[in-house]
């Protein structure tokens, strides 16, 4: 049985690495042709294997590729579109940092089939900015979203928050500006320190988990955009497709190195890996778990079939109306389930 597969393809690369980053990527300045190279040959292998299925959308994340050159992406879309489906192709996204690109570049992506801008903004503070190691200041990244919306383009823009130091008042303040701007999606952050990373290094003073709990209650007080996903808001008409295929269990091809596919073939799932062109079946209690974990970080939750019902210990769900419920056949995260998702997602499955 043949399935629609979304694209992800992965741009390893970046001026400099920031100070939280624990993505694969590396500040170098690469070979173009090579990198095309390798992606469409990757491209290739999985044509062959999938056929020419149904390509919905394609997702250029990173790293920073909006330090491609358009002609290389142009390169890589029209591959695709001799060895895959792009017939209902919906959205082509490019994640970018503000600085890697200015109007004629965008104007030269948007040519070349670009539908959506994820701007990785962060702050709007200089200060937070240098502390987080961008390269960016405030006024480039305001330009760019402001030159992204007059060109008829989806546009989004990330943010971190809780920062050493930060409150309820900073994250109302973000989300101020955001209005302000008038951006139809916004990400909005928690910031994680990993280990292998500048912050992981250092001993920072982080705000404590009431404090965060408190900054996320803030965001959708004050943000004018409705929550549909933990960390992603946005209208109805700008939802991230790609994505919100992905959290609802879609099937992805990952490419480059980093990426991370779940491919449908030979009616079994498997578990893909992008750059070394590797595979393994994945059992049915893994794919469902995995369905149940991130469709549950959704507004949409997650369909009630055999497979995930065989992991879910329906009698928590029964005895916890507060923190999941059923329906039209879906489980769904309540608003308190949400903030303990993790904890919660140990005590759902068996």
Not at 254 to 283: C, P, S, T
């Amino acid at each position: 049985m043949s399935i629609p597969h979304n694209i992800y393809i992965h741009v390893p690369f970046c001026i400099s690495k920031c100070n939280y980053c624990a993505f694969f990527s590396r500040a170098i300045s690469p070979d173009w042709d090579c990198y095309a190279t390798q992606i469409l040959s990757e491209v290739d292998f999985w044509a062959q294997r999938l056929g020419r299925v149904s390509v919905p959308t394609i997702f250029f994340g990173g790293g920073t590729p909006s330090l491609m050159p358009t002609k290389i992406f142009n390169k890589i879309i029209k591959h695709i579109s001799e060895k895959f489906d792009l017939q209902n192709c919906s959205e082509i996204t490019l994640e970018s940092n503000p600085g890697t690109l200015d109007e004629t570049k965008l104007r030269e992506f948007i040519d070349c089939g670009l539908t959506r801008l994820s701007v990785g903004v962060q702050s709007f503070d200089d200060d937070e900015l240098k502390f987080l190691g961008r390269q960016h200041d405030a006024a480039t990244a305001i330009k760019i979203l402001e030159s992204a919306q007059s060109m008829n383009i989806n546009v989004s823009a990330d943010f971190i928050y809780g920062l050493p130091g930060h409150n309820v008042r900073h994250i109302i303040s973000v989300c101020d500006k955001i209005n302000q701007i008038g951006l139809k999606h916004a990400s909005l952050y928690e910031l994680t320190i990993e280990k292998n990373t500048p912050f992981g290094q250092m001993n920072l003073s982080m705000p404590n988990n009431d404090e965060m709990a408190d900054m996320y209650l803030a965001i959708e007080k004050n943000l004018n955009l409705p929550r549909y996903e933990v960390s992603n808001y946005a209208t109805n008409e700008n939802i991230c497709v790609h994505n919100k295929n992905v959290w609802l269990g879609g099937a992805y091809i990952g490419l480059g190195h980093g990426a991370r596919g779940r491919v449908f073939m030979n009616n079994a799932w498997f578990e893909q890996y992008g750059g070394d062109i590797k595979y393994q079946k994945i059992d049915d209690d893994t794919r469902a778990l995995e369905r149940i974990i991130t469709g549950l970080r959704t507004i949409y939750g997650v369909a009630l079939d055999d497979k995930t019902k065989n992991i879910l210990d329906i009698d928590f769900i029964k005895n916890n109306n507060d923190l999941v419920q059923i329906k039209d056949n879906r489980l769904i995260a309540t608003n308190k389930g949400i903030l303990i998702l993790d904890d919660l997602l140990v005590n759902l499955t068996r």
